[in-house]
């Protein structure tokens, strides 16, 4: 899919007053386990797995009336400003994950091979795939952390080239779900960000 543009970036912070630092500290006093990596085993499933070659990152999970009130305008904001226009309707649950020192993830794309299926465990998932991804930045580069820098590559999307993102804190950048990407490896201190997937109806 040809785009003019692959990504849409508020490089300053969007939110409301103080969100980065309310939803930080939320998202520090919950429970963290590994992240995962996606595998695909047969159409309409998805089975997800350790992979430490690919992804070595700590994950956790915040669903808040707060976040998705913030967010979601600025979704619908980018959404149109970069001229896709896509529809979409629904948010997965929210990441929240934390990259300490030699943590990253590897070139991936966020899309999903089918919709998902009937039997998921929520009806407002049914049928859709991932659209548009967010990442909100809640570190302070070269203060908070060094290395970790997001690099999209749009060689497999139509576009060209590959080009390394200068985020800082509370900067949110939005993008096609199908666009190649990484976290590369921090080399200091500790990275924190929102993750955020939204959910619309197949292409055709």
């Known amino acids: 899919m040809n785009l003019k543009n692959y990504f849409w970036l508020f490089k300053e912070d969007p939110f409301q007053k103080n969100f980065i630092t309310d939803i930080k500290k939320e998202g520090l006093s919950l429970r963290k386990k590994q992240g995962l990596v996606g595998q695909p085993k047969h159409p309409g499933k998805l089975f997800a797995a350790k992979n430490f070659k690919q992804r070595k990152a700590k994950v956790s999970w915040i669903n808040s009336p707060l976040l998705y009130g913030n967010i979601n305008p600025t979704i619908h904001k980018a959404n149109a400003n970069a001229g896709w ?30 919709p998902y299926p009937q039997n998921y465990k929520s009806k407002d998932y049914v049928g859709k795939i991932r659209k548009l991804s967010s990442v909100v930045l809640l570190s302070e580069p070269g203060k908070d952390f060094e290395g970790g820098e997001l690099e999209m590559d749009f060689n497999t999307c139509g576009g060209q080239g ?23 490896p921090v080399t200091k201190g500790t990275r924190h960000t929102l993750v955020l997937w939204h959910l619309g109806y197949p292409w055709c």
Do not use: A
């Not at 509370?170 to 199908?178: A, L, V, Y």
């Open 85 to 114: 226009n896509f529809q979409w309707d629904w948010n997965e649950s929210v990441q929240f994950t934390e990259y300490k020192k030699n943590d990253f993830y590897d070139w991936h794309i966020d899309s999903i091979p089918e």
């Open 162 to 184: 590959k080009q390394i993102i200068d985020l800082k804190k509370g900067s949110c950048i939005i993008f096609p779900s199908f666009v190649k990407h990484r976290v590369k």
